[in-house]
């Protein structure tokens, strides 16, 4: 068997050879482009935790199962595409000496077709340094401004124009952090009493209002997860013990539309609960949620999930279930037709897709360090 | 309630010179971001746990403080120290203890009492890489911010860089 | 020899409009330093190889390019730019080619001749980290600065940082 | 068993809280500090492969299997230990942005005692970029200058007094590399032609002499290694066929002391050969030299070995062999009583220690990054 295959690869370089009696010409070396982006592709934020001071996103096309390029950041950086799949931002944390000296916080921008390095914006030294989470920063879906969430420990958000490009200003959000964005102008913030504060700003990035809800969940009885699932003006919090709250971001004030919970009796006497790093995950038209469950008692939230359950939202219901081959810790779907759910696992520097909803296992691509989040176009 | 949060920040607050720091922390305070410390009660009502499922019988390894089941990291997120040239709650050589830290409160096995620690980073180098823990009892998301253990908490300190993690008796509940 | 050499220099310095660059390559030159290339002959004498240990019969993979069986591999050291979103001779997105590189010679298995390699890193990302190569036909240590793979080779690029390597045919010896 | 393993450890706790009435102190947070270097301590340089824009340094005692502490660098950074052990250097290289922007390289002083960072020497952006080596940086005996390898490509010294916090001056030396530190105040590079060029500086560290040796060995023919065992004036270099070249550079001009061969007809039959990383260390007094061989053909030089080889430079003979638990990649001898052989693999974060010369295999530490080098006190 083996003498077979060395004849037949001796057979191949025969061929090759008679129908290469030229030599080969020299190469030209360039650089490859990127294209547009394609449904399938993951932008895979790795902290690089043994070395944080350099982030990187691995660019991977996820059903050739292949890493298409590479960008680069600072320390912790947050990672945004443009709604226009045009550019491509890092909003980054330098220090001039690697692990000391002065600290400089900027917004990175890259050509999405080339990923070449185009400039970048200085912000305040003071953006929000953790494990990557969503929503610490966010872009306004016309694409004009990009926010940055800011803790020195106390709270603001930094303004950057995309178009000007110029750091337009900081809105202070006491006792309130993040920005969850939620409509054209329109970003809201979670406060330390359970309300939101929803701030919408004017054409040149200025507040033009702030208005603190009432408190929507008691965080002393059942926190919600700070990474909630945002569909147009709808945001979905899951909470530690397994409810919905469903937002309405529509008007000045953040509104209860709804609450329920994802979980029945039963679920609950088996301890099934929503867990991981980011545990929700909405499908592009915001019909179905994806959470990530597992059972556990209490203080158990961050415990990476064995199954992930499919709910519809208007009915608010479960409509399907379906395990995970490795335990999730940050789930993400797909935007586009095929939609796949797209699975974090914990530390274990890979990640799995799924079909989306039917959950059918399509495989794996690792060495991606040490990621907790997947974002895509 | 309000007089552990004074404890805590007088505790922490003693050991640094940084005014400008002390300052901008009680704009955080007088913002009303230091509220917390509320699910202290339910924590306190839980034994240690190693995992984030509370255990019911001791865990094997709760005195080695090398190990992720050390009593004192009930809700420590990140290196430990003890693993990487300092102890539990002291900074290996050549790095400094942030001013700034999230807090709990672990039971202590043997005397039974309820201890409020506070989990300071140690911040000036990079990672330390070793021995990685990450417990949640009584962990908040950023909203808490003062119970939130996945920030970097090198606030005050000389750099953001976050090194290892410390769990530090400040008192006793 | 000496034709090897010039043509190397003119064939990189031709895709490079850092003039700068090429004075300061000449200036390496009249400094004696790039007599190097001589081990050429000796490795001309060899078929490529995947590990440092020559082979005699074909490797399976010196076919495909992200592999280091592939037989223009023969003496390359680091991330294959061909797992990482680029090509044999070409760079992933983003990343700049070097304008200056370290030389092989591999014997391409089908038509039996000699090519010179040169192998240019591209420059400007961090490690990309996929397919980390370290064949060393022909290699030498720093004193044959040309011919040391173990260097960053990119100077006259943008940045000194190095993200993965390739394989450019420049012509037959 | 499990059992009676349980009730131990509940009687322990049971013990400790009847002597333990009273509460717990608080803690009082500090730095520890390093104390005086042992001669089995490790210092470790990692480069951390996948973001070498930040090096590292392990400081471990390898008799307790313990991480001492840890010093930062920057990208590819060469790490140094003054000869009174009171200081550590970082050679540095840093860019503005991480990964881009301006570049600097500096000198990074660190107190040995307690790991404080001290400040930095600031020298020409030029020095030699490389998976780290022996060599390409070194301090004299006396502490004053430290001298660092450049490579533009064009090839230079830079010296920096270590005394004055001052670089110096930069010495030109065309065709040749590297700092082989071998007096006083003396280093030799080495050149393409296979001769050594010695530079004498003087008490300001301007060069006083600078004489280029013939040619010692022919690098078309049998290479030499480019980091030799140093004992004062004398360099031994290990070639890729085996030979050992020992040059004196007490003078003005290095000269060929002996030639000798590692192996005998029957080993080189056996195809035995030198190779590794960092192939070839000295014991301190430099009566022994410790190689790393393996069997392999032509172009194997970087294979690592499976045996350390032990040889007396008086008798120029080998007077032992040992056989390595995980083949080595860079070897190096500990200084002062008891010396232990320290192995380190080809990219398996590991350290493994033998006795020296016996080669009695004493343990191994993990964890270490991508680290090619080790050094001590």
């Not at chain 1, 070396?29 to 350099?54: C, E, N, R």
Request: a neutral charge.
């Amino acid at each position: 068997m083996v003498k077979r295959k060395a004849l037949f690869a001796l057979a191949i370089w025969v061929m090759a050879a008679s129908g290469a009696r030229a030599q080969l010409p020299p190469d030209q070396m360039t650089s490859y482009k990127l294209g547009a982006p394609q449904p399938h592709w993951a932008f895979i934020l790795d902290s690089v935790f043994l070395a944080p001071t350099v982030s990187k996103v691995d660019i991977v096309d996820l059903d050739a199962g292949k890493l298409l390029g590479q960008i680069d950041g600072g320390y912790l950086s947050n990672f945004e595409f443009s709604p226009d799949r045009r550019e491509m931002y890092m909003i980054d944390t330098f220090y001039s000496r690697a692990w000391h000296g002065t600290r400089s916080d900027a917004v990175s921008i890259f050509d999405a077709g080339t990923l070449a390095y185009k400039g970048e914006i200085s912000i305040p030294p003071k953006r929000l340094l953790i494990v990557p989470k969503n929503n610490t920063t966010g872009i306004t879906p016309d694409g004009r401004f990009l926010m940055v969430a800011n803790l020195t420990p106390a709270t603001s958000v930094s303004v950057v124009d995309l178009k000007s490009r110029k750091f337009v200003g900081e809105i202070e959000t006491p006792g309130c952090v993040q920005v969850l964005i939620a409509g054209k102008r329109k970003f809201a913030s979670m406060c330390a009493d359970g309300s939101l504060l929803t701030v919408q700003l004017d054409d040149s990035g200025k507040p033009l209002s702030r208005k603190q809800s009432k408190p929507f969940f008691d965080p002393g009885k059942d926190p919600v997860f700070d990474q909630p699932a945002i569909v147009g003006n709808t945001i979905y919090f899951d909470s530690y013990h397994g409810q919905i709250y469903e937002m309405d971001l529509s008007g000045d004030v953040a509104q209860t539309k709804s609450e329920w919970a994802l979980t029945s009796d039963e679920d609950r006497k088996a301890n099934w609960r929503p867990g991981g790093w980011l545990s929700i995950a909405a499908s592009e038209k915001g019909d179905l949620l994806y959470v990530l469950m597992h059972q556990g008692g209490e203080w158990t939230h961050k415990q990476p999930g064995k199954e992930v359950w499919v709910f519809d939202t208007s009915a608010k219901k479960r409509i399907g279930r379906f395990p995970l081959k490795t335990d999730g810790y940050s789930i993400r779907v797909s935007r586009g037709p095929n939609p796949i759910l797209e699975s974090l696992p914990l530390m274990q520097s890979q990640i799995e897709t799924y079909t989306a909803p039917e959950g059918k296992y399509l495989g794996v691509y690792k060495d991606i360090g040490t990621a907790f989040l997947v974002s895509g176009p | 309630m309000d007089n552990i949060v004074e404890r805590l920040t007088r505790a922490v607050a003693q050991r640094t010179s940084r005014r400008s720091f002390i300052a901008r922390l009680g704009k955080l305070v007088a913002g009303g971001m230091m509220i917390p410390l509320l699910p202290v009660d339910r924590v306190a009502a839980q034994s240690s746990s190693t995992s984030p499922v509370a255990r019911s019988t001791p865990a094997p390894n709760r005195d080695n403080d090398q190990t992720c089941d050390y009593w004192k990291y009930c809700a420590i997120d990140g290196y430990l120290c003890s693993c990487c040239g300092g102890g539990s709650h002291d900074c290996p050589p050549g790095a400094t203890p942030s001013p700034t830290s999230w807090v709990g409160t672990c039971r202590h096995p043997a005397d039974g009492k309820d201890y409020i620690v506070s989990y300071r980073d140690c911040c000036g180098k990079v990672p330390c890489g070793r021995c990685l823990c990450a417990n949640t009892v009584g962990e908040m998301p950023l909203y808490r911010t003062q119970l939130d253990s996945d920030l970097i908490w090198c606030f005050g300190a000389p750099t953001m860089v976050y090194h290892c993690s410390t769990a530090e008796i400040v008192g006793v509940k």
